[in-house]
Structure formats: structure tokens, C-alpha cells
């Protein structure tokens, strides 16, 4: 499975980049993610329910950032196991250009199904993938802007209390 996107986010680079690199926002944002927990800086253990057609699955996997390049890209690697259901591996590249005070978010996935779910076939697997995809983004975009118009809200407050308008 192969997928590109791209998304504009009302916030700047920076917002975004700590948002992608924050557990609990992305816990928030991955559907039925159970937990999310940092083991390293670049390490963290997941646990995601999905259902794929007539198939549920709690998919246990580490995630791990790559090709770090704050506050421009990373690589997301997942290798998880959902027991008898089967197995996710997966690639996902961000690239973040700042466009004014918004973000532009493009990505890059590729993933491979092993076990159960490979058996469902390629159009169910990418329409779930797809389905997933938009649910995230449209989380992730929210609290990234949520974020962004807290940190101008904040910088507006300093400006006129020092009388620099």
C-alpha cells in the first residue's frame, strides 16, 4: 500500500513540528490509538485498534523517527503485531514548508500487511488506510491550529503590554 497527501495547517512550521513530535497530540489524533508512550526521543511503543472489514485487530509496534531534520522533515517507522490478525510495517516520510503563517504538510506512506488482513485484498486495506489518513489529519490540524492561535494570542498580549503595537 502507497499513499501521498498533502495537508495546509493553520499554524506555523514550528507549532507543527512540535505537534507531529508531541505523544499526546498524535495519540489524540491516530484513531483508536490506546496509548502512545515515549521510550526515547526519538522512540515510542503504540497500541491501535483497527478493524479492517470483518477483521479487529489491537496492533502492538514501536515506532521510531528518522532522517530527523527539525523543523523541515522526519521519517516515522512502524513495526507492529496484531496477533493472529497479522502484521503492519510501515514508512511514512513528513515534509513541512512554511507558507506565511500556515504549514504545508506533504507525506509520503508505504506500508506492508502480513497475516489475516493481507487476505482482504489491496482496495479494502487502501480505503481503510485512506479513511485513517483523513480522520488524523483533520484531528491534527485542528490542534495544530488550536496551538498556533494560543502562541499569536500570546505574542499579541506581550506586544501591546510593552507598547510596541
Known amino acids: 500500500m502507497d499513499m501521498t497527501g498533502e495537508e495546509r495547517i493553520a499554524a506555523k512550521r514550528q507549532i507543527v513540528w512540535q505537534a507531529l513530535n508531541n505523544p499526546n497530540v498524535l495519540r489524540k489524533c491516530i484513531p483508536n490509538c490506546e496509548s502512545l508512550e515515549k521510550k526515547s526521543p526519538t522512540e515510542m511503543l503504540a497500541t491501535v485498534k483497527f478493524k479492517v472489514g470483518p477483521i479487529p485487530a489491537t496492533f ?92 499569536a494570542n500570546r505574542a499579541d498580549k506581550v506586544t501591546d503590554e510593552d507598547g510596541d503595537e
Open 60 to 151: 502492538k509496534g514501536d515506532v521510531t523517527l528518522t532522517n530527523l531534520n527539525a523543523p523541515e522533515s522526519y521519517t516515522l517507522v512502524v513495526d507492529g503485531q496484531g496477533g493472529i490478525a497479522g502484521s503492519a510495517k510501515g514508512k511514512l516520510d513528513v515534509k513541512l514548508v512554511e507558507d506565511g503563517d500556515e504549514t504545508i504538510l506533504t507525506y509520503k506512506a508505504g506500508a506492508e500487511i502480513g497475516g489475516r488482513l493481507a487476505m482482504l485484498g489491496s482496495k479494502m486495506i487502501d480505503s481503510s488506510a485512506k479513511k485513517v489518513a483523513a480522520s488524523f489529519f483533520k484531528k491534527f490540524s485542528k490542534i495544530a491550529a488550536k496551538r498556533g492561535a494560543k502562541t
